[in-house]
Every structure is written in C-alpha cells, then in structure tokens.
C-alpha cells in the first residue's frame, strides 16, 4: 500500500497552516516544513493526533535543508 505525503513550507504561518488542513483531507501524511521547529510542531499538533502531521525544520533558502527534507 502506497502512501501520499504532502510538503508544506512556511507551515508554522497562519496560511501553511490552513494549507496543511485541507491537503489533510487528500494525503495520509503532510510534513510541516518551517525554518521554526518548534511552531511547526505545535501546528502539528493542533492539526491532529497521531503521526500523521509531522513537524520537520527546513529552511527553503538553504540547499543542504531541502536535501535533507527530500531524504526524510
């Protein structure tokens, strides 16, 4: 069985997050990708329980970060 992930960046904002709610409804996981760890993380955890939103650090203007989110 194959799963779907969706990448939001800037999931940490008032738009990523609403972004991140409604691909919830189309993907079984949606990775909050933010330069802030730690307000993607509490993003995620207003979203939802369970590993299905999960918060990951990315800074979108730094090369090395978007190899490491595409590795996760």
Avoid: W, Y
Wanted: hydrophobic share 55%; proline share 1%.
């Amino acid at each position: 069985m194959t799963q779907s992930i969706a990448i939001v960046t800037g999931a940490a904002g008032d738009i990523g997050a609403a972004i991140a709610a409604r691909l919830a409804d189309d993907h079984d996981i949606v990775l909050l990708a933010d330069i802030d760890a730690e307000a993607a993380a509490a993003v995620a955890f207003k979203l939802g329980p369970g590993n299905r939103f999960v918060a990951v650090q990315c800074d979108v203007t730094s090369e090395t970060s978007i190899a490491e989110l595409a590795r996760r």
